[in-house]
Every structure is written in structure tokens, then in C-alpha cells.
């Protein structure tokens, strides 16, 4: 995802359906431990390198030392976005070094609050991407979703148990989570064990406008607290002042309906604080941990416009103000793209939280 360009890629990905191709490979094996990144009893690739300094605005400094949860109640059921370095149109099913890093910094703090399940999947790549573009054929996106969706349905039939699940993805691995919702959950006799889902990154999932619940998904809700069970998280990050004319995420389809947004930092709506997980900077000291975790310095808040509704984060006045300023320029993945990048590491704190309050809710329940 480099280009301007890639934006219609993503954009027709989303549109279920589609362009979807007659004829697939034959699908994964689930039931091997080789087709997930992760997995209960197999997440050491997951859990390790995560321990992360916090630092406040006022410069404070105090070591975060990161546990997995011995018996978390609920599962994480996670799909990575488009990582995958290979120069062939769909990736194998190799755990490659770039989809375990990606893995282990989206996901691997759920393990905190959740078993995590990560399964690997044959996904368009970038190089695939480019491909389709100069070549005016259709976007062969069922091949990835057919693995998520087999992987999805191994993990129901076989470690499930009616345990509360949630669905977590990212750009590529939302769009295939959507639909996976959309077919498999949304009004199915999954969706009494879906807990919450956590979609970043996403051109557009559509409600009516005023509404929660009725576009996209005809009976999973949009989230109003953190406390709700059964409802969706969706989102994408743009600083406070982007004012690019063609954004590529929460763009709101008309005809009644309009891009839906739920910050995990403000489930209620309004601004929230955000909880950030950032790689180190480089002029962190050397004994430092590979991670800071940022509380106090950022805010984020969907707001709409002309265009849809997405998230604007502001960089809140502090010591690190004017670095951090600089950090999210920095981030910015070019015209229309704003901090997609940073769509899981943003809200990751935040994130948490919500697991905690929806596991609390879904144990009563």
C-alpha cells in the first residue's frame, strides 16, 4: 500500500461480492499448528519483546513489564493487514518474519485479556496489488477471504466451546472480517458469542444515518459504551488539521446511509485520551524496552464531514509536544492515506481497557 492508487484497490475489496473469482485453491488445514501464527498453547512468537516504557505528558518514566493472561474468559480471533513482502500476487502460507512482527505489535498484548488465535492466510500482497493495477483485470480477493472464513469456521467447530469471541483486524484483514461478519455472524447463531469487534482501517462500513445498526451489518450495532457486548468498533486515523480532499477511509456511501466511526478511546463519542503503543523513538536510551506507551498526550474523536466520518488525533500540550507533532508527520502514509499505519498502535492502550470492560459484561452475562 504505497499509492494514491491503491486506495480503489481497497475500495472494491470492501464492496462484498464484487469482483469475487469462481475458482479457488484448495483451502488450509486449520487443525495443523503450522497454519496459525498464533494460538493458545503456541503464542511464545506473539507474547515476547512487549514490555514497554510509559511516559506521561510531564516527562515521567516508569517500566511496564507485559504478562499474558494465565485463563483469559474470552478469545481474540485477529487478521493481519497487507504485509506480506513476497513478489507473487497471493502470499503462501509462511509465518515470514514481517507477518510475526506485524502480528505480535497489533496483537500480541490482547493475550492480556484473550486467547488469541492468528491464522495465516493466503493474502493479496503488494506486489499482487500492484499487478492489478497495470492490468485491468479483476480483484481476485476471494482467495484470502475463503481462508479466513475456513479458518474461522475450524475455529468454531473445534475451540470454540460457546466461548464469547472478538474479531479484531486491520486494513486488508478488515475488509475480509467485515464480510466475514457480515456472512457468518451478522443474524447467524455465531453472533450470541460474539463479544465485540475492533475493525481499523476500513474504507467504509455503512449505517443510517442517525442509526447504529442497518447498513453493512443488519443486526450488529455500532458501540455506544464500553461495557456493550455484540457491537462493532470501526475507525481510521487522520491528524486533527489533514485537510486532503480525497481520503481513502470512512467515506460515507449516501443514499441515506454514512460511514460508521467509534473510537475505542471515546465509546461513548466526544474526545478521548488515547493509550498509544509506539515503537521506541531512537533517542530513547539504550536500556530502554522496544516499546513506549504514551498516556495523556494524545486525543482522538470522530468527527464527520462532506467527505465521512473518521479520526482526528491532536497531540495534547506537554514535553514531548512538538516531537510528537513531528512523529505523526512522519507516520503519515501519503496523500488520502493519513496514520494508517498506526490505526492498532494508536488506541492499543484504549483497546484494552474496552476487552476488560466487554469480558467483565460478557463473564455476568
Known sequence: MRSFALAAVLLALSAVGATAQPSTPPLPDYANPAAWVCRPGEETACTTGLDAMVITADGARTPQTFQPAADPPIDCFYV????????TAYADMAASPEVVATVRSQAGRLTSRCRLYAPIYRQLTSAGLDQILGSNRPIDWSRPYADVRAAWRW????DNHGRGVVIVGHSQ???????????????KPAQKRLVGAFL????ALSVPHGARVGGTFKSTPLCAAAGEVGCVYVWADYVADDADAHRLFGHSPGGGLVAGCVSPAAPGG??????????????????????????????????ADAQGHV?????????????????LERSASG???????????????????VLAAESAAWTRR
Request: aromatic residues 6%.
Open 80 to 87: 493481519y493487514p497487507t504485509v506480506s513482502q513476497e513478489p
Open 155 to 158: 475455529y468454531m467447530a473445534h
Open 173 to 187: 484483514g478488515t475488509i475480509l472480517l467485515q464480510q466475514l461478519i457480515a456472512e457468518e455472524i451478522d443474524g
Open 200 to 203: 481499523a482501517g476500513d474504507p
Open 270 to 303: 466526544g474526545a478521548g485520551s488515547l493509550k498509544a503503543y509506539l515503537a521506541k523513538p531512537e533517542e530513547a536510551p539504550d536500556g530502554d524496552p522496544p516499546w513506549i506507551e504514551l498516556v495523556g498526550q494524545l486525543s482522538a474523536q470522530c468527527q
Open 311 to 327: 479520526v482526528r488525533v491532536s497531540v495534547l500540550p506537554g514535553r514531548y509536544q512538538a516531537r510528537l507533532t513531528a512523529r
Open 335 to 353: 496523500s488520502g492515506w493519513g496514520l494508517h499505519r498506526l490505526d492498532m498502535g494508536l488506541p492499543q492502550g484504549n483497546i484494552l481497557d
